[in-house]
Structures are given as C-alpha cells and as structure tokens.
C-alpha cells in the first residue's frame, strides 16, 4: 500500500508540473500559428495591390533573407548563383574588386582589402564606409544587395564612394574589376627572420604556410640560422576554421588552441593541437590591426594564450562567431550563427577583439620629400674628421663584419619607413634572440 501511494503522489506531482508546461507550450505553438497566418495575410495583400505586377519567388526569398539578416551581420539567404559564388572563394580564385566586408550603421564597411587585389591597390583601406555604387546609395539594403551592386564582368570599371575616419568628406575611388586569384601565403626573408604573411584562411592556407617555412629556412641555410617568426595577419578577413585550426596547430605541441559553444551544450567543439612545431620553438611575433577577423583572431588568441607568441599592432576586429552553410532545396543554402568561439583561455572575442601585447599603430606615410636627389643629413662621426686615426688593429674579417652590420641597420632603417610595424616586429625577435643566446 506505501508503494502503491508513493506511485499515485509521483503521478499527481508529475502532472501538477507537466500540466502548466504543456498549456505553455500550446499556447507559444498557437502564437506561432498566427504570426505565420498574418505573413501569409500580408503576402496575399502584397501580390494582389501592390502598385507594380511582384515576383512570388522573389518575394519569398526576400522574406527569408530578412528574417535571417534580421539576426546579426552574417547570418543571410544565398540564393543558387551566391552559394555557387562562395564555394568558389573558399577554393581560391573568384571575380570581383579584392574586399571583405560587413555591415554597419547602414553603410558596407569595408573589414579588410586582400593583399594584391584591384581594391588593395586602389588604396581601399579596412574601416572605410562604402557610402554609394556608382552613385547610388547603399543605404538600406541588405549586405547582399550592397555586394551585388559591386559584382560585374571582369574588366569592367566601378566608381564606389568612401567615407574615411580623418577624411573631411566622402570621395570617389574607381576600381577596375578583376579576376581574383588569392595567395593565401607568402614569406620572405628579413635580416635573420622569417616573415610568413597569411592574407586569408582558404583551403590551400595550411599547405602554402608549411611550404614557404620550408623554402624560406632552406634559404636562411636551416633552422640554426632563424632568429624567428613574423607571422602576419593584417587586413586577414578570416575564412575557414579548420584552416585556422591547423595554422595554429602548426606552432604548437599542445594544449586547446579554440572552443565553439553553440545554444545546444551537445554542438559545443573543442580543438586541440598536436604535437609537431613547424619552426621547432623558434621565438614568434604575430602582427594584427582593425582589419584581421575571425580565423586570424583564432589563431592571434590561441598563440597569444600559450605564450607561444608575443601579439603586436593594433586591437582586432572582434567577430568571435561560427557560421554553419546549410544547403537547402532548389540548390540555394543559409548562413547561419551557429555559436561563439572561445579562446584556450576562454576568452570571448566577439566585438572585443583581440588585444595586443604591445600596441604599436602604423605611422600614416610620410609624402615624399621634394628634392630627392637631397643627401640625407646624417650625425658626423669620428672616421668623418679631417686627420682621423685609423683603426689599426682591426682585421679584414672585423671590418667585413662591422660592414655587414652597417648594412643591416640601413636595411632596419628603410624597413622602419615602409612598415614601422613590421619592423617593430622585427626588433623583438632580434632582441629575444639576443637574450637567449646570452643564457
């Protein structure tokens, strides 16, 4: 009898609490009914009145795109042609004008323009407003409907209209549409570093970074002659996460290098490194500025949390989001936030970015000066005095040696007028060099 009663309270108890749920439950999905019953109310009003004769598939898919931008950023509706467009990106090699870019206040802003690309040269700089398209306005459409107005055949010219921090009113910049072929990784050689500049997360990243370390330390005569590793990410717009995921893992042994957590606990990912440093411990520098995005804050996060680099440049763009590409039917696919990315440290970056070691802004460039055949003004030396003593006791490999270093520090020096950056990097891998050589 106790057991049967402890049965028949257990059963009372349990729809005494399912009972309110599932009135609440019913009454959401009757919510939900007629919300869809006005969309279907206003469709038919729209079809029947609308001024002009309107496409049921256009407005259809208009609707959905506007539930989905309704969103956030980079959540939206690709059609066939834009999905196709997409995967060809991904691969590589694509038409258009070489920018990256989201949406903000109304206007297109400008993420980052890609190394190399018509909009790179044209002087596009990330944080700029595209305010108009060959003078039409941008303003309230969709990102999609922005970025459409700048697609165009390969050859042709565009006039977009920029509005920039600093500048006193907006100006006209044309581009000439190109086809462009994306290098996602190139190296060179500065002094006794490395420099490895990675403009996108696409799927050759991973394989060209291995590739140029290789090629460049086989030039420097092996790894006994690096003092380190640049690793640049300036205006890198981001792209795939397992590229970003290897490119870290590249530089690490182990630990978590990102972690994603989606609204369902069970579609969280976690991502380790392996063991296995392409550069075998070697000091490292990244650089990063406004323009580096997604990926590249993955990988700025996971290598500035295990200490494995020291991060310089300026705070970065702070898209700390996963989106999911979802095929649907009739070919089409939807973007859609998914979740939040989170560094070892379990940092979010979502429009926080990632924060530099050390802050160091690039100079805007100087205009050159008028007369360039002017000599330089340099500070007199010793060796400049009329009736200086030589330097007798020094030998031919001494001399050799000071020129050498008279060489590199001229060679500092034009580096520090091109890319102040850059060199600033370049600095601290020679002063940790030195450091650990003295140990």
Do not use: C, W
């Not at 439950?25 to 009145?49: H, N, P, S």
């Not at 907006?170 to 072929?181: A, C, E, G, N, S």
């Not at 590199?408 to 580096?415: F, I, P, S």
């Amino acid at each position: 009898m106790a057991a049967l009663g402890g049965t028949v309270a257990g059963t009372l108890l349990a729809t005494q609490v399912a009972g309110p749920l599932l009135a609440q439950e019913a009454e959401r999905k009757a919510t939900v009914y007629e919300q869809l019953d006005l969309f279907g109310d206003i469709f038919e009003r729209v079809r029947a009145a609308y001024v002009e004769e309107v496409d049921d598939a256009d407005l259809i898919r208009a609707a959905i795109n506007g539930m989905l931008t309704s969103l956030d950023p980079h959540s939206s509706y690709l059609p066939p042609d834009d999905f196709e467009t997409m995967q060809v990106q991904t691969s590589g090699e694509f038409g258009g004008l070489g920018i990256e870019v989201t949406q903000e206040e109304g206007f297109v802003k400008v993420v980052s323009p890609i190394d190399g690309t018509p909009a790179d040269e044209a002087g596009i700089e990330a944080g700029d407003f595209i305010t108009h398209v060959n003078g039409e306005s941008v303003l309230g459409l969709t990102l999609d409907e922005a970025v459409e107005m700048m697609r165009g055949p390969v050859g042709s010219e565009i006039v977009i209209t920029v509005a920039r921090e600093g500048a006193d009113e907006p100006f006209d910049v044309t581009i000439v549409r190109d086809t462009i072929k994306l290098t996602a990784v190139r190296s060179r050689v500065i002094g006794d570093a490395v420099v490895v500049r990675v403009t996108t997360f696409n799927e050759q990243t991973y394989p060209n970074l291995k590739a140029e370390l290789e090629k460049s330390i086989g030039e420097m005569g092996g790894p006994e002659a690096v003092d380190g590793v640049v690793l640049d990410l300036r205006n890198n717009p981001g792209g795939l996460l397992t590229q970003a995921i290897k490119v870290s893992d590249a530089f690490l042994d182990a630990g978590e290098i990102v972690s994603t957590r989606g609204r369902n606990p069970a579609d969280s990912d976690r991502y380790n490194a392996t063991k296995g440093d392409l550069v075998g411990g070697k000091p490292m520098v990244v650089l990063i500025n406004g323009g580096s995005a997604s990926a590249s804050e993955i990988v700025a996060g996971a290598l500035q949390d295990h200490r494995r680099a020291i991060v310089v440049g300026e705070r970065s763009f702070g898209k700390g989001s996963v989106q999911t590409v979802i095929p649907l039917q009739a070919d089409g696919a939807m973007r859609l936030t998914t979740a939040r990315y989170y560094t070892p440290s379990g940092r979010s970056i979502q429009s926080l970015g990632v924060a530099p070691d050390i802050v160091v802004e690039q100079p805007p460039r100087l205009p050159a000066p008028q007369d360039d055949d002017a000599p330089a003004r340099e500070s007199p030396h010793e060796a400049d005095l009329r009736g200086a003593l030589d330097n007798d006791s020094m030998t031919e490999d001494e001399r050799r040696q000071l020129e050498e270093e008279a060489r590199k520090a001229e060679d500092a020096a034009r580096l520090r007028q091109e890319d102040y950056q850059l060199a600033y990097a370049i600095d601290i891998l020679t002063g940790l060099n030195a450091i650990n050589g003295a140990k």
